[in-house]
């Protein structure tokens, strides 16, 4: 007697049955914030050490061991997960969104045949998906590193929110509701980058352990190429990260904002790091004159940077 196929293995036309889009979209969501609860410390010493030297300050932490170390020290175990709650609601509406375009695009752009997108294509699908994202998740992006942020601040200059919630509510009603996606350029652009070098860097990883003849098609060789992939897109996203990590931190400062935008902020950093012209001459030349008769600090910088009574943003010293 033949045996009788099982109701719930397929559907009337034989095909297998799947779970309907709105159940995987909804995985695809907690799963990442499962993965939240794990590398949240992480994400907090990112952020501290990207405001870490910011304002021409001396950097507060040589290296992530350090800052770890640090932020354990004064703030304690319940500190390393400040924010916790603006990275579960991140990758609530970041991830959910996310996956959800590139899972609509993917089946629509899909052939007849079953075809799948080529690489250029996919590569494509996966920064609009991303990018997407990205901007819809802005508002938990800014809350998260402004609650992250808080703990290296003076205790009267710390925001204090209480949760993800109550940030929004107070930077919406404080500051404005268009704040609440300042610096959703950068956190877009980083999100192609992203998106980008991993398809890229994953593929081109993957087939070269395979061609190494040391590694088969299996999970240990997906490992590698995953690790080697998330080394290259760091490198790659970590300038556009740190663009928007100070960006959505910064202060109205005379009720002008820091940064105009991610381009001033990269110039800003250029020129802190970088040293004085005259400094760069084998011949020691004169200080360029000043708008400020008297004012002068240790590193002789020009009156733009350098005012009465005020810090020095090269050198930290207060000009006389």
């Keep these: 007697m033949a045996a009788t196929a099982s109701p719930g293995a397929g559907g009337m036309d034989g095909k297998p049955r799947t779970s309907p889009k709105s159940v995987k979209f909804l995985f695809g969501g907690l799963a990442g914030m499962g993965a939240t609860v794990f590398v949240q410390p992480l994400d907090l010493v990112k ?4 405001l870490s030297g910011e304002g021409a300050k001396t950097r507060e932490y ?3 061991f350090h800052a770890l170390t640090s932020i354990l020290r004064a703030e304690g175990l319940r500190g390393i997960y400040t924010g916790l709650s603006a990275g579960l609601l991140r990758q609530a509406t970041y991830t959910t969104t996310r996956l959800g375009i ?16 080529g690489f250029l294509l996919k590569a494509l699908i996966g920064m609009t998906a991303g990018a997407t994202g990205a901007f819809v998740g802005t508002p938990a992006e800014v809350a998260l590193i402004r609650m992250t942020a808080d703990g290296r601040l003076p205790p009267d200059q710390r925001r204090g929110y209480k949760n993800v919630f109550n ?16 610096g959703c350029i950068p956190t877009m652009a980083r999100a192609v980058v992203v998106n980008a070098a991993q398809l ?7 087939q070269f352990l395979l061609d190494s003849g040391y590694f088969s098609d299996n999970i240990l060789c997906h490992f590698c190429a995953s690790m080697i992939s998330g080394l290259v897109t760091t490198a790659a996203s970590m300038p556009v990260d740190i663009a928007k990590t100070r960006i959505q931190n910064m202060r109205m400062i005379d009720g002008k904002p820091e940064y105009k935008n991610g381009l001033n902020h990269q110039r800003n950093l250029h020129g802190r790091i970088s040293k004085p012209r005259h400094l760069l001459s084998l011949k020691p030349s004169p200080p360029r004159p000043r708008n400020f008769p008297g004012t002068s600090c240790l590193c002789l910088a020009d009156a733009e ?12 010293e207060k000009a006389i």
């Design 200 to 206: 890229a860097s994953y593929s081109q990883s993957k």
């Design 102 to 117: 590139y899972t609509v695009l993917f089946e629509r752009l899909t052939g007849a045949d079953g075809t799948p997108p």
């Design 62 to 64: 040589k290296t992530s």
């Design 167 to 182: 940030a929004l509510i107070r930077i919406a009603r404080e500051e404005g509701v268009p704040t609440l996606w300042r």
């Design 305 to 316: 940077t350098c005012r009465p009574g005020s810090p020095c943003r090269l050198c930290s």
């Design 47 to 50: 952020n501290r050490m990207q």
